[in-house]
């Protein structure tokens, strides 16, 4: 692997200087409404003061849509952790280490490329991937997602060498999948392929005592590491949501969506070009299936039982809001599919072959200079949520008037928690009332409303039940109510 680097220090320095805009682009002191990144940054803060990572200020009765968990997984608060011990707070801060690790991503990539692929094509497939619209918007957001795919590509890559001492190999490789379920449990996944690829290649090297020794010992030491740094973090709750019976149903239309997915991460210019834009996802997608079929037809490897394994996984996943997140660790390695059906393209000249790539690369990345366009001109503008001045006016007030151990209701309460060091409860009851008596005892209940964020809930107490409640202030996008 060193001697790798050594080789091709020019090429790793290029797709770097390529990638340094990204420290540039998408780069806000504010944030969108997304409850998980306030989870995120409060387990960060957690863990700099030696506070259990479950105690965020949310209480949740359990009766909303979705996984409920207490916590999300501790590695990407761990990576946080620094960042707000430095600089506190701050969205930027946490903004400017996310590209930095979108950068590292970028490298890690180009290594994996150009481990199947001549530099060009490797070069043009990361520059894809990171100028993407989808990409520069995960950029933008405190979320696990950018993280997590560097560190799946990155275990992926040491597991895939070959050379060198295997004892070591499988040493880093077991320590990057424990921090990669750390990050995310569907990490797990990658553990899995490892295992059922280590278990064929045992069925191959049977009458090989030497290699089916050290696959053993690997496989061993491998399991042991996730094992000895991940048994206490993994949140078995994602597993106990998966419902065989349910998706069973379901798996036509699961399959068709993910696959809408894929499609719409080359959305870019559809705004002003759309037959541009149908025509360049639909050859995409072609190529990406037909790479796909040559690829098992040509044999099965690792990579092709990870896939497999992580799409059955997502199938059979009850949750399909975030379809584009569950994607987007993995579209790199579709991407390898998309190169390997281009190859049926009958190009012998070597002239031609790098005409017709550097075409192709082009004809996906120009468009993406709409979007782009887009969020340079909007770069400096507060997104609407918790840093917009009417948020901030309401979480002064809440953390200037209300007690210290009162109760509010809100919509997105672990933003709520964060910003106002308050309990917030995610409100299911049919009534204020309801809500009164649950927390009898408390000095204070009180429910939060904002015209950005309609709640059904809260909106049919107040409105049923207005005799129960007690507008104490309002500014143009929230009110709070305590309850009589």
């Not at 919509?411 to 649950?438: C, H, I, W």
Request: proline fraction near 4%; aromatic fraction near 16%.
């Amino acid at each position: 692997m060193v001697k790798l680097f050594k080789e091709n220090i020019i090429s790793y320095a290029f797709v770097i200087i390529l990638c340094i805009p990204l420290l540039f682009i998408n780069i806000k002191d504010s944030h969108d409404w997304g409850d998980d990144f306030a989870q995120y940054i409060h387990q960060a803060i957690n863990i700099t003061k030696g506070i259990p990572q479950s105690d965020i200020g949310v209480i949740d009765d359990g009766d909303g849509p979705g996984v409920h968990v207490s916590t999300r997984p501790v590695g990407f608060p761990l990576i946080l952790a620094p960042v707000y011990s430095l600089f506190g707070n701050s969205i930027k801060a946490f903004s400017i280490t996310i590209s930095f690790i979108l950068i590292l991503l970028c490298l890690v990539l180009f290594i994996y490329f150009n481990k199947n692929f001549n530099i060009l094509s490797s070069l043009l497939l990361v520059l894809i991937f990171a100028y993407n619209p989808f990409t520069l918007n995960f950029k933008m957001e405190i979320m696990s997602d950018i993280p997590f795919t560097l560190f799946l590509i990155s275990s992926i890559l040491i597991y895939s060498i070959k050379e060198g001492n295997k004892l070591v190999k499988y040493l880093i490789t077991g320590i990057f999948i424990a921090i990669l379920i750390s990050i995310r449990t569907i990490g797990v996944v990658l553990l899995a392929a490892i295992i059922i690829d280590d278990l064929r290649k045992l069925y191959i090297n049977r009458g090989n005592k030497n290699e089916t020794m050290e696959i053993v010992k690997g496989l061993s030491l491998i399991i042991t590491i996730v094992f000895l740094i991940t048994f206490r973090t993994i949140n078995f709750a994602y597993f106990s949501s998966i419902s065989l019976g349910n998706s069973l149903g379901m798996l036509g239309t699961k399959l068709g969506y993910y696959i809408q997915m894929f499609q719409n991460y080359f959305m870019s210019g559809g705004g002003r070009f759309p037959l541009f834009a149908k025509f360049t996802q639909w050859f995409i997608i072609i190529f990406t299936v037909v790479g796909l079929l040559m690829k098992w037809l040509a044999g099965i490897d690792f990579i092709d039982i990870f896939i497999f394994i992580y799409f059955i996984v997502l199938l059979f996943y009850p949750d399909m809001h975030s379809g584009m997140r569950f994607l987007f660790p993995i579209f790199p390695l579709l991407f390898y599919y998309t190169v390997f059906g281009l190859r049926m393209i009958p190009v012998r000249s070597l002239i031609m072959q790098f005409v017709v790539t550097l075409s192709l690369g082009l004809f996906i990345l120009i468009p993406y200079s709409f979007s782009l366009s887009n969020s340079i001109q909007h770069q400096h503008e507060t997104l609407q949520g918790p840093q917009e001045k009417e948020s901030v006016e309401a979480f002064d007030y809440i953390k200037n008037n209300l007690p210290a151990d009162g109760i509010i209701a809100f919509n997105k309460p672990r933003v709520l928690a964060l910003y106002t060091d308050r309990q917030v409860y995610a409100f299911r009851k049919k009534s204020p009332n309801d809500m009164a008596e649950r927390f009898k005892g408390k000095n204070g209940i009180y429910l939060l409303t904002c015209t950005e964020l309609p709640d059904e809930s809260i909106d049919s107490a107040i409105i049923n039940y207005p005799e129960q409640v007690n507008l104490i202030w309002s500014n143009a996008k929230f009110k709070l109510y305590s309850l009589k």
